[in-house]
């Protein structure tokens, strides 16, 4: 997740392995999150939309541009447009907003579910085994699940526990950054699941709403599924909760499943 800083508003961060180089989209876009935050300090992710636009080479580095387009008494607006050398690869439009008191409360109930400690330890994922080399997947080598339940059929409905594999800093920006991450990373599998499983895929575009700090010294409840499909494009979307119940975010995400090439 670190970036080095370049220029005032251009910042460069380096990528994760990936089966032929392709950039990983939760990755990219997460660091295209901390890339605008770092131009609003002392106010928290709002929500980030992203949309998707080359695959790029994750043997090489991403340079994020950030250009402020406000900066308000409470919101602050960015966009970032991350690129390798002349292509863009992304562009994302983040939102910031200072702490604020008042207003009215109200949310989804958090679901009823076993505890993430009276389910059984998920496999490693390939991603995670000490073969990995460049050119594989590691979009969870750093990340323990619980799989609550899952279903198949369309909407594919999936619940999971997950959490970081090791102590997480205080910063609530990063803290952000990883659930954004995480949300784009394990929201594929709904859609492969509800398609009938998984073939060539590209993540078109990712958003997420920020209501609350996640809690990452503890579980977090990802609720998924898909809702629909039509022709090339699947919708996925999912909400995340606190153990306590507390709701951290939403997700809505768009992967495009391109008919195989003659």
Same mark, same amino acid.
């Given at each position: 997740?670190?970036?080095d ?6 910042? /460069? ?6 089966p ?5 989209g939760?990755?990219?876009s997460?660091q ?12 928290a992710?709002h *929500?980030?939309h992203t949309?998707f636009?080359r ?10 541009? /950030?250009?402020?387009?406000?900066q308000g ?9 991350? !690129? ?8 994302a439009?983040s939102?910031?907003? *200072?702490?604020?008191s008042?207003?009215v +409360? ?6 009823? /579910?076993?505890q ?7 496999a ?8 990995v ?12 699940? !619980?799989i ?11 619940r ?5 594999g ?8 990063l803290?952000?950054?990883?659930? @954004?991450?995480?949300s784009?990373? +394990?929201l +594929?599998e709904?859609?492969?699941?509800? !398609?009938?499983? @998984?073939?060539?895929?590209a993540?078109r575009d ?13 579980w ?10 039509a022709? +090339?494009i699947a919708?996925?979307?999912g909400?995340?909760?606190?153990r306590?119940?507390?709701?951290v ?7 495009y499943f391109?008919?195989?090439r003659?």
């Open positions: 997740m670190q970036l800083q370049a220029g005032p508003a251009t910042f /460069v961060g380096r990528q994760l392995p990936a032929a180089n392709h950039i990983l939760g990755h990219i997460a295209a999150l901390l890339a605008a935050s770092l131009t609003a300090p002392d106010r992710p *929500s980030v949309y636009l695959p790029g080479d994750a043997r090489l580095p991403v340079t994020f541009d /950030v250009a402020e387009l406000q008494r409470t919101f602050s607006a960015r966009r970032v447009t991350a !690129r390798q050398g002349e292509e863009i690869l992304l562009e439009m939102s910031f907003k *200072s702490p604020t008042g207003g +409360t109200y949310q989804p109930t958090c679901p009823q /579910v076993p993430p400690e009276s389910l059984p330890v998920v490693p994922h390939f991603a995670e085994s000490p073969e080399t460049e050119g594989m997947w590691a979009s969870l080598r750093w990340f323990e699940r !619980r609550v339940d899952a279903d198949t059929a369309p909407p594919a409905r999936a999971i526990w997950w959490r970081p090791g102590a997480v800093p205080d910063d609530p920006v803290t952000s950054a990883l659930v @954004a991450y995480l784009a990373v +394990t +594929t709904p859609a492969y699941a509800a !398609r009938g499983g @998984a073939t060539l895929s993540q990712h958003s997420v709403w920020f209501h609350a700090p996640a809690d990452l010294s503890d977090l409840l990802y609720e998924q599924s898909s809702p629909s499909s022709d +090339t919708l996925a979307g909400t995340m909760f606190n306590t119940g507390e709701l975010c939403t997700v809505r995400q768009e992967m391109p008919a195989p003659q």
